[in-house]
C-alpha cells in the first residue's frame, strides 16, 4: 500500500474529525463571514499534480488555510441569490453519511438505500399533498428533473405518432411544439439535451402584469397547433415574481386538446408543505410529470431534485439499461437503474429522508411560512422608504425591487456594493425588461432580524 493510503487508513479517524472541526468553523462562522467569497476570486487554474501526495490531513490543512476563506456563505441566512436553500442539521449530517456508507442506489437487492429512496419521495408527495399513484425519483437537480419530464413526454409523443423514440429516435418525426407562458431557462437546456431543440419553445402571452400564462391565449395555440400532440410546460413558482401558472385551467383543456402536461415546480412546490398554499397549485394531479428541487427550498445540501411521473412505464421505456448481469427491466419504482439518466448514483435520498423525518409536516411549513413572512418584511421596509420601489408584488418568498430613478448602473453597482460589504447577497435580474435586484429567501435559519441587517446594508450603501 502507497504510504500515505496506509498512514491514513491507520489515522482514519482523526481525518475525520479533523473535518468534522472544519465543518463546525465554517457554520459557526456563517453569522460573521462575508454573505458571498469576494469577486474575483483570484485563483490559479493550474497547479502541479504532487509525485508523492501530502496524505489527507496536510490537504486538509492547506484547504482550511489557503481556500475556505474563498467559499461562498451561502449556506447562511443572508444569501438570497438565485434561488438557495442551506442544509438543516439532520440533512447535512445525512449528506455526510452518505459518503461514509457510499452505497449505489441502482436497484433494490444487496442494500435498503433503494427502499429508503422510495421512503423519501413518497414522504415528500405526502407533505405536498400529490397524488399516491405517482411515482418518483431523486436526480441532481431541477434541470435533470426538468429533463426526464421531456424525455418522457417525447415517448409519449412518439407513441401518439405510432412511434417508439427511445428504440427508433426522432428521425423523421414532426417536430415538437412546446407551449409555455414563462419556462425556466433549464427548460430549454433540457429541450436541447432530449432531442426536441431550444426552438420547439412558442412562447404563449402572460397575463398583464403577471408572469402567469393567460389560459385563454393557450387555448388558442392548442386549437391552432390542430389534433397533433405537443407538450406544455407549466410554472409553479417563477423565479422573479413566484407567480403560478393556473393549473386547474390548463388540467381543464386536457380534456379537449392532447398535450403532455409537465410542471416544473422547482422551489415554489415546496410552498404546498404549508396547507394556506396549497390552492396554489389546484389542478396539479393532472399533471404528467412535475418538477421538485430539494437542494432549494427543501434545505438539504446540494444536490438533489425529485421528479415525479404519472408514466412509470414510459420512464422505463425510455431509460431502460440493459446488461448480461441485470434484471430485466420491469416497472418498478425503484429500480432505479432503469428509471434515471445515472446508472451508478449517490445516495441522494438519504439527506432527504432524514430531513423529513426530523422535522415533519410542521417544520417544512413553519420555514415557508418563516420564509414568505421575511419577504413580506423586506416588502414593507422597502416600501416605506421613499428612495427604494417594489418592482412586483411580493407573491411569497421573493422579493423583486430598486432603488428609485437608478439606471442599469447604479443597480449594478450597488449590487455589487452589497456583494463587496458581505452583509447580505442578492442576485441581479431583469423583471419586464428592466433591470432590479432580487433576494430569494429560501433558508431555513432566515429570520425578520436578517432583512432588518440587509435593509439597513442596502440603505448605508445606497447613501454612500
Ligand atoms: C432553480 C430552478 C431550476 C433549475 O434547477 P437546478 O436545481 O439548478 O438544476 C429550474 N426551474 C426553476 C423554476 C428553478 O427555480
Known amino acids: 500500500m502507497h504510504p500515505h493510503l496506509k498512514e491514513d487508513l491507520s489515522a482514519f479517524d482523526a481525518i475525520l474529525d479533523r473535518a468534522r472541526s472544519m465543518a463546525v468553523d465554517y457554520l459557526s462562522s456563517l453569522d460573521s463571514r462575508p454573505a458571498a467569497a469576494s469577486q474575483p476570486v483570484d485563483l490559479p487554474a493550474h497547479i502541479a499534480l504532487p509525485e508523492g501526495g501530502e496524505g489527507a490531513q496536510a490537504v486538509l490543512q492547506r484547504f482550511e488555510r489557503d481556500y475556505s476563506p474563498l467559499l461562498s456563505g451561502s449556506p447562511g441566512s443572508r444569501y438570497f441569490g438565485f434561488v438557495t436553500g442551506g442544509g438543516t442539521p439532520a440533512s447535512l449530517a445525512a449528506d455526510w453519511l452518505v459518503s461514509a456508507y457510499d452505497q449505489n442506489t441502482q436497484r433494490n437487492g444487496d442494500t435498503c438505500a433503494a427502499t429508503i429512496e422510495l421512503q423519501a419521495v413518497d414522504m415528500l408527495r405526502q407533505l405536498l399533498g400529490w397524488p399516491a399513484e405517482w411515482t418518483g425519483v431523486c436526480v441532481t437537480g431541477a434541470t435533470m428533473a426538468n429533463y426526464v419530464g421531456m424525455a418522457l413526454a417525447r415517448q409519449w409523443i412518439g407513441h401518439e405518432h405510432g412511434r417508439d423514440v427511445a428504440a427508433d429516435g426522432l428521425h423523421g418525426m414532426p417536430a415538437t411544439a412546446v407551449f409555455s407562458g414563462s419556462a425556466h431557462s433549464s427548460t430549454l437546456k433540457a429541450l436541447s439535451m432530449a432531442g ?3 426552438n420547439a419553445i412558442r412562447q404563449v402571452p402572460q397575463l398583464r402584469g403577471r408572469e402567469a400564462l393567460d389560459v385563454d391565449a393557450l387555448e388558442d395555440a392548442l386549437r391552432e397547433h390542430g389534433d397533433r400532440p405537443s407538450i406544455v ?5 417563477t423565479v422573479n415574481t413566484v407567480d403560478f401558472d393556473d393549473l386547474a385551467a390548463i388540467a381543464r383543456l386536457k380534456q379537449r386538446y392532447r398535450f403532455w402536461l409537465h410542471v416544473d415546480a422547482a422551489f415554489g412546490g415546496v410552498a404546498a408543505a404549508s396547507p394556506r398554499r396549497r390552492a396554489l397549485m389546484a389542478g396539479i394531479e393532472a399533471a404528467d410529470s412535475v418538477t421538485v428541487d430539494a437542494h432549494k427550498w427543501l434545505n438539504v445540501p446540494y444536490d438533489c431534485a425529485v421528479v415525479f411521473t404519472a408514466h412509470l412505464p414510459l420512464q422505463v421505456e425510455v431509460f431502460q439499461n440493459h446488461s448480461a448481469y441485470l434484471p430485466p427491466p420491469e416497472p418498478l419504482p425503484d429500480h432505479y437503474l432503469h428509471l434515471t439518466p445515472e446508472n451508478s448514483r449517490r445516495f441522494r435520498a438519504l439527506p432527504l429522508w432524514m430531513g423529513l423525518l426530523a422535522y415533519g409536516r410542521e417544520g417544512y411549513a413553519e420555514v415557508v411560512e418563516r420564509n414568505c413572512a ?25 422579493v423583486c425591487f430598486a432603488p428609485v430613478g437608478a439606471d442599469a448602473n447604479a443597480i449594478a453597482n450597488l449590487q455589487r456594493a452589497l456583494h463587496r460589504d458581505g452583509t447580505a ?9 428592466e433591470p432590479i435586484l432580487r433576494a430569494a429567501i429560501c433558508n431555513w435559519r432566515t429570520t425578520d432580524a436578517d432583512i432588518d441587517r ?3 446594508a442596502l440603505q448605508r450603501l445606497l447613501s454612500n
Do not use: K, Q, W
Open 454 to 456: 440587509t435593509f439597513a
Open 233 to 237: 410546460v407549466a410554472s409553479a413558482g
Open 374 to 398: 421575511a419577504a413580506r418584511h423586506l416588502g414593507e421596509l422597502i416600501a416605506a422608504d421613499a428612495r427604494f420601489r417594489l418592482a412586483a408584488p411580493v407573491r411569497l418568498n421573493v
Open 425 to 433: 447577497y442578492m442576485s441581479p435580474s431583469v423583471l419586464n425588461g
Open 196 to 198: 426536441l431543440g431550444r
